[in-house]
Structure formats: structure tokens, C-alpha cells
Nanobody
Framework: QVQLVESGGGSVQSGGSLRLSCDVQTFGWTSYCMGWYRQTPGNEREGVAIIDNDGGTRYADSVKGRFTISQDNSKSTLYLQMNNLKPEDTAMYYC??????????????????????WGNGTLVTISS
């Protein structure tokens, strides 16, 4: 069982920065790929960034160059550094864990359908 707890969301102005954290409470979390997804009301959850246990990363085109995903194995924590935030980044952000196989089945950030474990989300609001 994998338990994920997000934090770090908030409200900032356009151009600002936030760092999201995901506390991973499980044994052997490095056997999963870990990702950040976001969702707005009425829309499907979309992949933002993902990291494999070998350190390989992928990003959605909309966040490339602005967001950075990283993990601290010693702290069992996943991060998403978000810079130059835009109003269209406003969403509920979720941390997720899934089988590493997903990284081989997709060229980009894997669909949320394949991820197995989810946190409850943290809200990010960007004002213009």
C-alpha cells in the first residue's frame, strides 16, 4: 500500500513560484514511477511531470522549462518546483505512483489511468 500526502499549494500571482511536496509513506517507493497530475473542474486529469527511479523525467509540453520534478530518496519525498506560473496552471495538483512499466508504454507523461495510487491533492491558484 502506498500513501501519498501533498502539500505546498496556495495562491500566487502570475510569474510567481511554488514548490509542491509529496510525502510518500510506503516501503520500497523507489520501485514505482512517481508523477504529478492536475485537474480543473469538468476536465480530465492531465499529466504534468513524471520521474522514474533511475532519475529520468518527462514533462507535459505546457510546463517544460518552467516546472521541475525531483525526489529525495532519503526523505521519501517527491517535489514539483513550479516557476513562472501562469493563470492556466490553476488546478488541483495530485501526486501519484504507478508501475514503472508505464514509462515504457508511453513517450510522454503516462495517462492518469495507469497510475495506481493517489494523494488527495493540493490546490494551486494563479491570479493574473
Amino acid at each position: 500500500q502506498v500513501q501519498l500526502v501533498e502539500s505546498g499549494g496556495g495562491s500566487v500571482q502570475s510569474g510567481g513560484s511554488l514548490r509542491l511536496s509529496c510525502d510518500v509513506q510506503t516501503f520500497g517507493w523507489t520501485s514505482y514511477c512517481m508523477g504529478w497530475y492536475r485537474q480543473t473542474p469538468g476536465n480530465e486529469r492531465e499529466g504534468v511531470a513524471i520521474i522514474d527511479n533511475d532519475g529520468g523525467t518527462r514533462y507535459a509540453d505546457s510546463v517544460k522549462g518552467r516546472f521541475t520534478i525531483s525526489q529525495d530518496n532519503s526523505k521519501s519525498t517527491l517535489y514539483l518546483q513550479m516557476n513562472n506560473l501562469k493563470p492556466e496552471d490553476t488546478a488541483m495538483y495530485y501526486c501519484a505512483a504507478g508501475p514503472r512499466l508505464l514509462m515504457h508504454l508511453s513517450d510522454g507523461v503516462p495517462s492518469h489511468h495507469g497510475m495506481e495510487y493517489w494523494g488527495n491533492g493540493t490546490l494551486v491558484t494563479i491570479s493574473s
